[in-house]
């Protein structure tokens, strides 16, 4: 007799907007009927029904003993780090004799930044499909925010590589709540470097009151500064990339392969404008600006890079 896959658990933050709380519960619904063999349940850390706590008990009356938890958060801030882990404990308390796995949290993987790059293109009209077309469109790309600077840290890296190869003027980056930049200082910063085309981007998967939160702040920056074209692009919402990318962190998690970050690296994925990297062999390489690497001496300080994936 086979024994049965873990069980897949979605783990969300929660929210008070009604739209925001079905849409993740209509993307769990989905889930459950892309892979109808595989026992699906969902649910949130605060703000809104139904709690993790009663997702794990469903699961457990369907007769399951092991799951594999996946955050459906873009990065890892307190949530993916403390009390997603916090509340299985207390669950595994509570359930004698389950056992899980955890993922990891999705972004920025490049069907993500598909997603946001199609975003863009429906902000803009179809027009900008092309390094030529947004050669003058600058992006504010603007996270959730938080005070773990590593999470912050990864909106930035979200930005860099939504920049890299795509052609537009620039991606800055700010944040909607409890970190610095705040939309209007980012808009700001955007006009100082000249930007006459802006869209201003939301890192957020579904809607709710911190994306709308977003669009009325732009709104408000945009009728102080007519002289700028400024327009607002959708949330990433239940693409067919969130949900395969969902099943990709439940199988990594289910596997035990929590690799560290290659979804963006250059030899394993083709990310745009690096695209003859992929497959590459890696040789240890100098850079010669760092101290001991002065006239031309190596001493053997290269980086050597596996990626035998």
Same mark, same amino acid.
């Given at each position: 007799?086979?024994?049965?896959?873990?069980?897949?658990?979605?783990?969300?933050?929660?929210?008070?907007? =009604?739209?925001?709380?079905?849409?993740?519960?209509?993307?769990?619904?989905?889930?459950?009927? *892309?892979?109808?063999?595989?026992?699906?349940? &969902? $649910?949130?850390?605060? /703000?809104?029904?139904?709690?993790?706590?009663?997702?794990?008990?469903?699961?457990?009356?369907?007769?399951?003993?092991?799951?594999?938890?996946?955050?459906?958060?873009?990065?890892?801030?307190?949530?993916?780090?403390? =009390?997603?882990?916090?509340?299985?404990?207390?669950?595994?308390? *509570?359930?004698?004799?389950?056992?899980?796995?955890?993922?990891?949290?999705?972004?920025?993987?490049?069907?993500?930044?598909?997603?946001?790059?199609?975003?863009?293109?429906?902000?803009?009209? $179809?027009?900008?499909?092309?390094?030529?077309? !947004?050669? =003058?469109?600058?992006? /504010?790309?603007?996270?959730?925010?938080? +005070?773990?600077?590593?999470?912050?840290?990864?909106?930035?890296?979200?930005?860099?590589?939504?920049?890299?190869?795509?052609?537009?003027?620039?991606?800055?980056?700010?944040?909607?709540?409890?970190?610095?930049?705040?939309?209007?200082? $980012?808009? =700001?910063?955007?006009?100082?470097?000249?930007?006459?085309?802006?869209?201003?981007?939301?890192?957020?998967?579904? +809607? $709710?009151?911190?994306?709308?939160?977003?669009?009325?702040?732009?709104?408000?920056?945009?009728?102080?500064?007519?002289?700028?074209?400024?327009?607002?692009?959708?949330?990433? &919402?239940?693409?067919?990339?969130?949900?395969?990318?969902?099943?990709?962190?439940?199988?990594?998690?289910? !596997?035990?392969?929590?690799?560290?970050?290659?979804?963006?690296?250059?030899?394993?994925?083709?990310?745009? &404008?690096?695209?003859?990297?992929?497959?590459?062999?890696?040789?240890?390489?100098?850079?010669?600006?760092?101290?001991?690497?002065?006239?031309?001496?190596?001493? &053997?300080?290269?980086?050597?890079?596996?990626?035998?994936?």
């Amino acid at each position: 007799m086979t024994t049965p896959p873990p069980a897949l658990l979605i783990a969300g933050h929660g929210t008070r907007d =009604d739209a925001g709380a079905e849409a993740f519960r209509a993307f769990v619904r989905e889930l459950a009927l *892309r892979r109808p063999e595989l026992p699906v349940a &969902g $649910g949130f850390i605060e /703000l809104s029904p139904p709690p993790l706590g009663e997702a794990v008990a469903e699961l457990v009356e369907r007769g399951v003993r092991r799951f594999a938890a996946v955050p459906l958060m873009l990065v890892s801030a307190g949530h993916a780090k403390g =009390d997603i882990p916090a509340a299985l404990s207390r669950e595994q308390e *509570r359930h004698p004799g389950i056992s899980y796995a955890y993922g990891r949290p999705l972004g920025p993987h490049p069907s993500l930044l598909s997603v946001l790059e199609r975003r863009l293109d429906e902000a803009l009209g $179809g027009g900008a499909r092309t390094p030529a077309d !947004r050669a =003058d469109v600058t992006v /504010l790309l603007v996270g959730r925010g938080s +005070t773990d600077p590593d999470a912050n840290a990864e909106v930035h890296k979200a930005a860099r590589l939504l920049w890299e190869g795509r052609g537009y003027a620039g991606v800055e980056t700010a944040f909607v709540s409890l970190a610095a930049p705040d939309v209007p200082s $980012g808009l =700001d910063r955007c006009l100082k470097l000249g930007a006459r085309r802006i869209v201003v981007l939301p890192y957020f998967l579904f +809607t $709710g009151i911190l994306p709308e939160r977003v669009r009325q702040q732009t709104d408000g920056w945009a009728a102080a500064h007519p002289e700028v074209e400024v327009r607002s692009a959708d949330v990433i &919402g239940p693409e067919p990339e969130l949900l395969d990318l969902v099943m990709e962190r439940y199988e990594e998690a289910v !596997r035990g392969d929590l690799r560290m970050n290659c979804d963006s690296c250059v030899y394993r994925i083709a990310l745009p &404008g690096f695209e003859d990297k992929v497959g590459l062999p890696q040789q240890p390489h100098f850079h010669p600006d760092d101290e001991g690497h002065q006239h031309g001496h190596h001493h &053997g300080h290269g980086h050597a890079h596996s990626h035998a994936h």
